[in-house]
């Protein structure tokens, strides 16, 4: 069964902590994606990946970095947490298709809560 | 710009009922369309898809059809169940985008 892991379903941090969410796939897709969800907001893309070491800016990119040393990792790091990074971030991998991008796989998500 | 437009929610239906989900797009090119399904504290999975105009997708008693001439690619169920209750969300691949709406709440009542 194909599958999307991510470190933490449930994470608590401090304002000005460094947070890091991990992300592994094993389907051994290019494409792997961050997003972040928000009541009535739906889901904003902040940073995608299509080959290891590359990365591009998704729509809400500020605040955040990623990284992608290995083809199956993802990694989204919250330089300094603030409270309006409270969120769900949700990872998803996918392969090309026939439109561009083919379906994408989800991993569970993990709630952040910033104090 | 691609953009996908789908109705708000949240939608209330009792067990048995007819479900739609409105859901329209904009498109430069020739998109692949998704609808997916998230479940309360799950992530989203893939309901169904169509990769070019007039194709059907369908999966657990979903369809939705690919319709270019009215750029739509409407949700529907003949009969939902109090499983259905979650949020269904639209979405759009094209040249190297991707695109959701911003989700539909469905609530099923027994």
């Known amino acids: 069964d194909v599958k999307v892991t991510q470190s933490s379903r449930y994470l608590v941090k401090r304002t000005g902590e460094k947070v890091f969410l991990e992300c592994v796939q094993d389907?051994?897709?290019?494409?792997m994606f961050w997003y972040r969800q928000d009541p009535g907001l739906g889901l904003r893309l902040i940073y995608f990946?299509?080959?290891?070491?590359?990365?591009e800016k998704g729509d809400i990119p500020e605040g955040y970095s990623v990284s992608r040393e290995k083809k199956e990792r993802f990694s989204l790091i919250l330089e300094s947490a603030s409270t309006n990074q409270t969120s769900m971030y949700l990872c998803?991998?996918?392969?090309?298709?026939?439109?561009?991008?083919?379906?994408?796989?989800f991993g569970p998500g993990t709630r952040l809560t910033v104090t | 710009g691609n953009s996908v437009t789908q109705m708000e929610g949240p939608v209330t239906l009792s067990e048995e009922a007819f479900l739609t989900i409105n859901c329209t797009y904009t498109?430069?090119?020739?998109?692949?369309l998704f609808w997916y399904v998230q479940y309360p504290g799950e992530g989203l999975q893939l309901l169904l898809k169509?990769?070019?105009?007039?194709d059907k997708g369908s999966n657990k008693g979903f369809e939705a059809t690919y319709r270019k001439e009215t750029t739509s690619f409407h949700l529907e169920k003949g009969s939902v169940q109090v499983s259905d209750s979650a949020v269904y969300f639209c979405?759009?691949?094209?040249?190297?985008?991707?695109?959701f709406g911003k989700g539909t709440r469905l609530h099923i009542l027994p």
């Open positions: 169509a990769t070019k105009a007039d």
């Open positions: 979405a759009l691949s094209d040249q190297g985008e991707i695109i």
């Open positions: 990946s299509y080959d290891v070491k590359m990365k």
């Open positions: 998803a991998s996918s392969s090309l298709g026939a439109g561009g991008y083919d379906e994408q796989y």
């Open positions: 498109a430069t090119g020739y998109p692949s």
């Open positions: 389907m051994d897709h290019e494409n």
